[in-house]
């Protein structure tokens, strides 16, 4: 124990850490599991994907620990640069040649054979700079023009995201702005105002894409158009369903077998379901239950309002993505895809994801506790 | 925390929001509850239903037997030919080799294969167990072979109109093989195999068999060796009388079971013309059981044992014909225009002499006439167990004159089916009208059932069926040959009935028919022949259909191996050899019949003689009466 304290620091970075490592190394045995079959027949090798996430738990891995070791501190000047380099980067994945499109929408960014999704870094320049900016105008806060230039960028940020088109992040952007305007002072009854053009925005949205009123239905009864939009839910329902209490046995997934798309990504929770049962898939929650609850310790205990404020975004972030993505999974709100941290295939996801744990480690470092 | 960077309670919105996400994670997880676990059951046996790909094993349809044994349709074992798009490798070349091998066009094999829409797709079915090995042998993938059966007729074109067919799916489509379905059918298996969405089995996968059941084997009443006896003269009928078909039944009289029943010309059941479907309707039609004819002379045989149940003739009774009767101011002549003079029943009975039938109907009244012949079973669907029976056409009881009560004593203006003709004769001759039956048992999984007759009702009394078999055995010793078939008591009657076409008469074509009974004086065997529309220039039913009756019974006896009953009567010193004298001038013709004692009949029309009622080369009775046409 104390050898990790040392490496470590504290009891709340040792929990963080080996949760986080837990979770990415369960994720990479069920990534092999739900894509292996996938894999074989798309690209004639079995570890396709598990290549890719490997690769993407390495740079993670290095990431996290680069930035456990830095002081956070020296983003807190960055917040601005931050903010510009979102925008650029959502700005740039909507120009055609060099965003990719895939499944129609424009998400990723590419570079040869490296390419990453736009959102999953915009979404973490968007709490840097929440962090940032909060901290500098600490007592403008709680006045509603203090929250304003936090609602701009937040606007912005969601628009660009909306323009790709991905409603989840956006979802998730605007989740997150709310949590930190909350932590940041803003009075609840601005709160409340604020929340009536969001909710109005909701149904504005979904009548702006016919395709989301058709998933909406199909959520409200999937069984409508078993073939069409309400073939992803009840396939992931049947993943779910057939798992039971135990489950079926790691690897003895039978959905993974074209059925279930997006298998590997954003339902793997259903193919934890079905091969580990409700015993293992309550198991995965609970471990991201734990480290959320010491990520926003970690944030209270931190050492400066920074610290904090960026402990809290990212604890945030990481939660609302989890909730949201296992709520899909279960049939609990409309389908929208999102991949569920560090577990989900996608590097992009991964590396920012425990880039992310990286500076928490070292907010809990620098912590007085 | 310090206070003093704290100008709210951040430590309290905190806990708030750890709230609002725990609050989140159980709801969640009590949603997760309720899918994995509480709806675990339903949500499962939706997905194992598409978890495997399923394909049908049909269950054996039963075997048709004969009454010893013989099978008469029976199924093996085929294959049906499946492909899985998804798990083609090489279209063309799969498409090639199964071309070559099942000797169909590949490009259409092709198309199919390409349809990537569909999991799988029916290349071909009934394949026969070798072309199914080559198939295999070809070690293609994404090939699947089904077990199915195919129908098998070892008899080909024999019984054809009776069996009847099934379709290529082995569903019951016409005759016997349609009326016994529910019973001949088997019960389908399956085979269940993993898959995927495509339909491309896991390599793991493990392939569930639930074997069919076969389906029941039904016996019938019929005799293979008698059909086959009944439908060789009945094709010789065919092409020496030009006639456009022929039909015979033939039935056991003490029970009702069908021994035999054909309808000619007939087609190969192995060879079913399914392209063709007039041909197809018009020769699979039972027209034994289906259609109706009017009977003519052997109608008489119901106007006398009505007669005699009601006691208003017997065997002594004398009649005079001058060749025609007047009913109601109406000329209604007998066959023989010159008329049969004087003459006791037993003498008009073998004369077949309307007028006589003519005075016994008028005298027994439409009532008591209509009773017995319902009782007799006239006019009503014998209730055989086949498809598509006609019921007969008897005249309503109400609109019947005189007239018409005359003509339908003598078989005109009444109409029956063959299947109705015979039936109601063996229950007359025989005293109890059974229903007709082809089924004798089914052999089910538990075991056998047998079907016994099924008696309808008492027709006659002993006395009356004793003067009825009386009077048919007389017909035929006394119609020229002293024996119909040498050596036998057999019973006769012989009809010709004009045919009626758009509800008028057509001219020159006739129904020629011939019922036989054997033995005379306590009949089992009757026999039942129709000839339609001959045109070799006979028509009589005494020229055209009885001398194939003598054939039929003459074999009959050779193949039951029953032997004479009349041993006496075999007397060769009185035979002589019946000479041609087609083609002569009737004088001729007449002159060389009386050299060698021969009697003979001809129209007076008829100058050269086309054609003689006993062919040549048969040994006959000294005094046979030859007809000449």
């Known amino acids: ?369 | 925390m310090k206070k003093d960077y704290t100008i709210y309670n951040l430590q309290k919105r905190l806990l708030c929001i750890i709230c609002i996400v725990t609050f989140a994670f159980i709801l969640i997880g009590v949603k997760l509850f309720l899918v994995i676990v509480v709806q675990s059951k339903s949500l499962q046996t939706k997905a194992i239903s598409q978890w495997t790909r399923d394909l049908t094993l049909s269950g054996v349809r039963g075997s048709i037997l004969d009454t010893n044994g013989n099978v008469l349709a029976s199924s093996y074992t085929s294959y049906n030919l499946y492909v899985r798009p998804a798990s083609i490798i090489d279209a063309q070349n799969s498409a090639d080799t199964i071309g070559s091998i099942l000797n169909i066009d590949s490009q259409k094999i092709l198309d199919k294969i390409q349809n990537k829409k569909v999991s799988e797709v029916l290349i071909q079915k009934q394949i026969s167990p070798e072309v199914a090995l080559n198939l295999l042998g070809a070690n293609l993938n994404g090939v699947y072979l089904t077990e199915t059966s195919t129908r098998q007729y070892p008899y080909n074109n024999l019984l054809t109109s009776v069996l009847g067919f099934t379709t290529i799916d082995n569903d019951g489509q016409a005759g016997l093989e349609d009326y016994y379905n529910r019973f001949l059918v088997g019960t389908d298996g399956y085979s269940l195999t993993d898959g995927t969405i495509t339909g491309v089995e896991l390599s793991n996968a493990t392939t569930q068999y639930i074997a069919g059941i076969k389906g029941c084997d039904i016996t019938l009443t019929i005799d293979v060796g008698l059909q086959q006896i009944l439908e060789g003269v009945l094709e010789k009928s065919l092409t020496e009388q030009k006639a456009t078909s022929a039909l015979g039944i033939i039935m056991n009289a003490q029970n009702g079971e069908v021994l035999s029943m054909a309808t000619k010309p007939s087609f190969n059941l192995n060879e079913i013309p399914r392209e063709d479907v007039q041909t197809l309707l018009k020769l699979s039609k039972n027209t034994a059981i289906t259609d109706v004819y009017e009977p003519g002379s052997t109608f008489k045989i119901f106007t006398t044992a009505s007669a005699l149940s009601l006691g208003i003739t017997n065997l002594e009774e004398r009649f005079y014909d001058p060749g025609y009767r007047v009913v109601d101011g109406q000329k209604i002549k007998c066959w023989k225009t010159k008329g049969h003079g004087s003459e006791t029943l037993v003498e008009g009975f073998s004369n077949s002499c309307n007028s006589v039938f003519m005075d016994l109907g008028l005298r027994m009244g439409v009532e008591k006439f209509y009773s017995n012949l319902k009782t007799f079973g006239i006019g009503q669907k014998t209730g055989i167990d086949f498809n598509g029976e006609s019921s007969g056409i008897l005249m309503d009881q109400n609109i019947v004159k005189n007239v018409d009560l005359a003509r339908i004593s003598f078989g005109q203006a009444v109409a029956v089916t063959p299947i109705q003709m015979i039936t109601s004769i063996c229950g007359v001759i025989n005293g109890t009208l059974y229903q007709p039956r082809f089924i004798k048992s089914i052999t089910t999984q538990d075991g056998i059932k047998t079907f016994n007759s099924i008696p309808v009702r008492q027709t006659t009394t002993q006395q009356v069926r004793k003067d009825l078999n009386y009077l048919l055995e007389q017909v035929l010793s006394t119609q020229g040959e002293c024996q119909f078939v040498t050596g036998y008591h057999i019973g006769g009657k012989t009809g010709t009935a004009q045919k009626y076409e758009d509800g008028k008469v057509a001219q020159g074509k006739y129904i020629s028919s011939f019922v036989g009974t054997y033995p005379a004086s306590n009949p089992q065997y009757v026999l039942l022949l129709c000839v339609n529309e001959p045109s070799n220039g006979m028509y009589y039913g005494g020229q055209v259909a009885k001398p194939y009756g003598k054939e039929i019974f003459s074999k009959l006896f050779n193949y039951l191996q029953i032997p004479p009953d009349n041993p006496d009567m075999i007397d060769t010193t009185n035979l002589v050899q019946v000479p041609n004298v087609v083609g002569m001038s009737i004088l001729d013709a007449c002159a060389i019949l009386k050299s060698i004692k021969l009697d003979y009949y001809f129209n007076e029309e008829v100058e050269v003689v086309f054609s003689q009622a006993i062919p040549e080369g048969e040994f006959v009775e000294i005094g046979t009466i030859i007809i000449l046409g």
Request: aromatic share 12%; charged share 10%.
């Open chain 1, 1 to 369: 124990m104390k050898v990790l304290n040392k490496v470590f620091y504290n009891k709340n970075a040792i929990i963080i850490f080996f949760i986080t490592i837990a979770l990415c190394i369960f994720g990479l045995i069920m990534v092999y599991s739900a894509s292996s079959y996938n894999a074989q027949n798309l690209y004639g090798n079995s570890t396709y994907f598990l290549n890719k996430q490997i690769i993407g738990f390495l740079l993670g891995l290095v990431a996290m620990l680069i930035l456990a070791n830095v002081n956070y501190n020296f983003l807190a000047k960055l917040y601005i640069p931050a903010l510009i380099l979102g925008i650029v980067l959502l700005v740039v994945v909507l120009i055609p040649g060099v965003g990719i499109s895939n499944y129609g929408a424009r998400r990723w960014i590419g570079f040869g054979a490296f390419s990453f999704q736009a959102s999953e870094v915009a979404k973490f320049c968007f709490i840097l700079f929440c962090a940032g900016y909060m901290t500098k105008n600490a007592t403008k806060m709680t006045t509603f023009k203090g929250s304003l230039p936090v609602l701009l960028a937040g606007g912005i940020i969601c628009a660009l995201i909306m323009l790709e088109p991905n409603m989840s992040v956006t979802i998730c952007v605007g989740v997150v702005m709310l949590t930190m305007l909350l932590i940041g002072g803003m009075q609840p009854k601005h709160l409340a105002l604020m929340s009536i053009p969001i909710a109005s925005a909701i149904p504005l949205l979904i009548l702006l894409e016919p395709y989301r009123l058709k998933r909406l239905f199909a959520f409200i009864d999937p069984w409508a158009s078993p073939q069409g939009e309400g073939f992803q839910l009840i396939q992931s329902l049947y993943a779910l369903g057939a798992g039971g209490m135990f489950g079926t046995g790691l690897f003895n997934s039978r959905q993974k077998y074209a059925f279930l798309p997006f298998s590997e990504s954003d339902f793997i929770f259903s193919i934890i379901g079905e091969e580990l049962g409700f015993v293992g898939a309550v198991m995965v929650l609970l471990l991201f239950f734990v480290l959320i609850y010491f990520g926003y310790k970690v944030a209270i205990n931190a050492k400066n309002r920074f610290g904090c404020y960026l402990g809290v975004g990212i604890t945030s972030i990481l939660a609302v993505q989890v909730l949201l993505n296992v709520a899909v999974v279960s049939g609990a709100v409309p389908p929208t895809g999102l991949p569920l941290p560090f577990i989900s295939a996608g590097s992009t996801s991964l590396v920012v994801f425990m880039a992310a744990i990286g500076v928490l480690l070292n907010i809990s470092k620098q912590s007085r506790v």
